[in-house]
């Protein structure tokens, strides 16, 4: 199995929005990609553990760009010019689905039933990659009908408005016109954000809500300057419920620190499973997300026999292993 016949198996079963995010069942990531009127970036990996071969040592040679150097060493971008994101998504052996926020690594996740038992051990890594003209205007993933991995296939028009997410240009002039005050600042994502109207939304917390819109501008902004970064972590250990920040490693095995916020979970679906943010322990640069048991649970409930999963238990991790500014969908440096 080459990766994009894995990709092709990643489908999302959360809400597809309309505005209000709330209309039923989604279809597989590069169908609704596909499909102009469904907008909302999900997926949904049917069996990790059969993506397991998954091959991903091309995607390995390229060098990431350091997150600590990144603002300075990437001019401001023109409007169509293109942001890649790669992306390694590292989960158990078992069915798993999320919803995430349009080209953001955010979201929700869920373990679940599939055609394999679930099994809480690693499975071999995912690598994903999408580009996303600076301007919103237009999305690219990999054509996984050619051999040529520059090969990519493109989708005009405002998907970014569709997913109810900020495009990279409009992230980036909200991170630059933040100010250094962290209530003032939050004031400004809060005015300037596309807030979550997922179905779940109105049981979270407040702290859980405005969590969800800084991660979101955060992950879709790529040039942040460093004092920017810094207002940003300010805001987030501010927040009512904030848990302790601890001292990890992401995907790219890099230093990290993660931190993330308590609040509301329940045991169904997308609410058992909260999210904290991987951010570098002396710039504050963003490098991914993490999702986090905010309840014991079964996977597929206790009937099913499927493993326990303790609170607190990380399931998943997304982690950005390198964010570049290329002049044509296909480029990767």
């Known amino acids: 199995m080459d990766e994009m016949t894995a990709v092709r198996q990643l489908r999302a079963d959360a809400p597809v929005p309309d505005r ?8 597989r990531l590069l169908d609704e990609i596909a499909r102009p009127q ?4 999900g997926w949904k990996l049917a069996a990790v553990g059969a993506a397991a071969a998954v091959t991903a040592a ?7 760009l350091r997150q600590e150097n990144a603002a300075s060493a990437m001019p401001t971008p023109r409007p169509h010019q293109w ?16 919803s995430t926020y349009g080209f953001s690594e955010a979201g929700s996740f869920n373990l679940g039933p599939s055609s ?16 996303i003209r600076y301007d919103g205007g237009a999305l690219a993933t990999p054509d996984e009908s050619s051999e040529d991995p520059d090969d990519v296939d493109v989708w005009n028009g405002r998907y970014q408005g569709g997913w109810e997410m ?7 002039a909200l991170m630059a016109d933040l100010p250094d005050d962290p209530d003032a600042a939050l004031t400004m994502i809060r005015r300037r954000s596309i807030p979550s109207r997922l179905v779940s939304t109105p049981r979270l917390t407040q702290a859980q809500r405005d969590f969800a819109e800084i991660v979101e501008v955060l992950s879709g902004s790529p040039v942040i300057a460093p004092e920017k970064a810094r207002t940003i972590y300010r805001i ?12 990890v490693t992401d995907g790219a095995g890099r230093a990290a620190i993660a931190i993330g916020i308590d609040g509301n979970f329940r045991d169904y679906s997308y609410e058992r ?4 943010v991987l951010l570098d322990p002396e710039t504050y640069a963003y490098q991914g997300v993490r999702y986090v048991a905010g309840i014991g649970y079964y996977v597929g409930g206790k009937a099913s026999g499927g493993p326990f999963v303790a609170r607190g238990t990380v399931i998943a991790t997304a982690t950005r292993v390198s964010t570049d500014i290329v002049d044509k969908a296909g480029r990767r440096r």
Do not use: F, M
């Open 166 to 172: 900020l495009p990279p240009l409009s992230s980036d």
């Open 58 to 64: 091309a995607l390995l040679s390229a060098l990431p």
């Open 38 to 41: 469904r907008r909302r970036g």
């Open 20 to 27: 209000a995010r709330l209309t039923p069942a989604r279809q």
């Open 116 to 131: 394999q038992p679930c099994v809480a051990k690693p499975a071999k890594p995912l690598y994903q990659n999408k580009w």
């Open 273 to 276: 499973n909260g999210v904290q």
């Open 236 to 247: 987030i250990t501010g927040l009512g419920g904030v848990t302790q920040p601890i001292e």
């Open 83 to 98: 942001v890649h994101q790669k992306v390694r998504w590292d989960t158990w052996q078992c069915g798993t689905g999320a």
